[in-house]
């Protein structure tokens, strides 16, 4: 494959309909892309796909939850502090740059600065100092003043702010996954992938809860022999899932699960397996969240190895931080053989007292107060309404009482696989792309898998003849009522419209000819070998989709 694949395919792109530059009447801008007519269908099959191995093999739930986030819940999730990039920027250019995009693998990033080993690769400028900014868009929710809010970086935190209602809706009962598709929004530094890394785009993500003394899961024993394909910063391995864990390559089934459940997917779509592996993070590497976490992998032919998808153990974390901050009951449940009979603190708010100190707000602050599964420390800060409220000790005080409890009160564990969507896009047309020569013109092919393909079918007459033309739109409106995506086109030779429909990935292609006004049968051309079989009319439907798959 030639070494500008990258540009070769994007060309492609734009010109068949894939993928355009966002906002180019105006000049674009970095990190931002649209897709078109057969991108935005390319992208939807792949998403339908994923949704059916989360929602149908894996027996998730299905959410979506705001796009903008609330302060709050991401200075509780840590994203305030922690979602950051070490940056560079040139005074004499005016051009910043992610430290972690300049240095060598494996090279302190602060350190390289500090000791005068990173310049600007515009003008050559050393840098001298290095800052961290956040990556997050920031926005006000209302008029005046309003409530600060962020345009969420990851869809997982919709999820956990729901734990106490879906546990609820899930019969609590655990384990039990919870999966959310939508966008994503990071303020870039300096976006210089194309649609490798992007301003705004497309997430799928899983949270799946679990008992933190049985990371186990149901569906393991059915895949336990499956072969993964891991990597530890050192080495290659293939090991088979129960290998990894019994080895403790891997820390527990449920995440070595996910791991599968991911690889099968990647490899459903269209990825190429020799240009896949898993890659365990290194312990600098490691989200604030996380306890363990391996990448899936993609090589490119210009951009090397590549994240596409992230599966984490995030352990306690979030539900933990958002049970501090909010002091709402996320907590799940561990029943007993038999009931026990234990010591329990609770907070009884004292309305003589927060009624006439806190007028409108004591009943909010009162729901607060009982809400409470902590000691209160002193002093104590409610948020009310967006509002930071200081309680008195009086009131509210902390009884003990015994109560005959059924189970004890746990946190859920939480097993994460995060897909970047438009990743995943540009590595199945990447993986997908051939360009051959024939006599002297170059030739393009998209090898797409015909289950992500955009469309299923080019339907064609020979030439045009009014008679052809009748009885290929009729079958191309035939084709379409059966729910597969056709495309019909009656300009040019048969050669070119042939070579039009390989260049999209379409699988095979439909021709109406002068036997099939005789005897109703079609010819029907396969794109990865050429070859063509003889159809009657009235089995094409059930031929084309036994092919498709």
Request: charged letters at 25%.
């Amino acid at each position: 494959m030639p070494q500008d694949v990258y540009n070769k395919l994007m060309m492609l792109a734009k010109r068949r309909g894939f993928i355009y530059p966002s906002f180019e009447i105006y000049g674009g801008v970095a990190g931002f892309y649209d897709y078109g007519p057969l991108g935005s269908q390319l992208k939807h099959n792949i998403e339908t796909i994923w949704r059916q191995f989360y929602l149908l093999k894996d027996s998730c739930v299905e959410i979506h939850t705001p796009t903008i986030t609330l302060y709050e819940v991401l200075k509780a999730s840590g994203h305030v502090e922690e979602f950051t990039d070490l940056t560079v920027e040139c005074n004499k250019c005016k051009h910043a740059f992610k430290v972690e995009d300049l240095v060598k693998a494996g090279v302190s990033a602060e350190e390289a600065v500090q000791n005068g080993d990173v310049s600007c690769p515009d003008c050559g400028t050393t840098f001298t100092e290095a800052h961290p900014v956040n990556l997050m868009f920031s926005t006000y929710i209302g008029i005046g003043t309003g409530r600060p809010a962020f345009l969420r970086p990851e869809t997982a935190q919709g999820i956990f702010t729901n734990f106490h209602l879906l546990y609820r809706y899930c019969r609590e009962k655990l384990p039990f996954g919870v999966i959310q598709v939508g966008k994503g929004f990071r303020n870039e530094i300096s976006p210089r992938q194309g649609t490798l890394r992007q301003r705004e785009f497309a997430m799928a993500e899983a949270e799946v809860f679990f008992d933190p003394e049985n990371k186990n899961h149901r569906n393991f024993p059915d895949v336990k022999d499956k072969i993964l394909y891991l990597f530890d910063n050192e080495k290659e391995m293939k090991l088979s899932l129960k290998d990894a864990v019994d080895q403790g390559v891997i820390n527990n089934q449920a995440l070595a699960y996910y791991m599968y459940l991911t690889q099968d997917f990647l490899l459903t779509v269209g990825i190429n397996p020799k240009k896949f592996r898993f890659r365990k993070h290194g312990g600098d590497e490691l989200a604030h969240y996380a306890r363990e976490c391996w990448d899936a992998e993609l090589l490119s032919e210009r951009f090397g190895w590549v994240e596409c998808v992230g599966i984490a153990d995030r352990s306690a974390y979030d539900l933990t931080a958002h049970i501090d901050a909010s002091h709402v009951d996320m907590y799940a449940l561990r029943k007993f053989p038999t009931p026990k009979e234990i010591t329990v603190k609770k907070v009884l708010p004292n309305m003589g007292k927060l009624g006439p100190l806190f007028k409108r707000k004591a009943g909010a602050i009162q729901k607060a107060l009982e809400a409470m599964t902590t000691v209160p420390k002193h002093p104590l800060i409610l948020t009310i309404d967006g509002q930071k409220i200081s309680v008195p000790s009086e009131c509210y005080e902390v009884v003990e009482t015994i109560e005959k409890q059924v189970g004890e009160r746990f946190v859920p564990h939480v097993i994460e696989p995060s897909y970047g969507i438009d990743r995943i896009i540009y590595f199945v047309l990447e993986h997908s792309f051939e360009e051959i020569q024939k006599k002297d013109e170059e030739y393009r092919v998209l090898h797409l898998d015909p289950r992500v393909a955009p469309l299923k079918v080019g339907v064609f007459p020979l030439i045009s003849d009014e008679r052809l033309v009748e009885q290929a739109m009729d079958i191309d409106r035939l084709l379409r009522d059966a729910l597969l995506t056709t495309f019909y086109d009656e300009g040019g030779t048969i050669g070119r419209r042939y070579a039009r429909m390989d260049e999209v990935g379409t699988p095979l292609c439909v021709t109406v000819d002068h036997q099939s006004l005789e005897d109703l049968t079609v010819t029907v051309r396969d794109r990865d070998s050429t070859e063509q079989d003889r159809v009657p009319v009235d089995t094409l439907i059930a031929y084309l989709k036994k092919r498709l798959g």
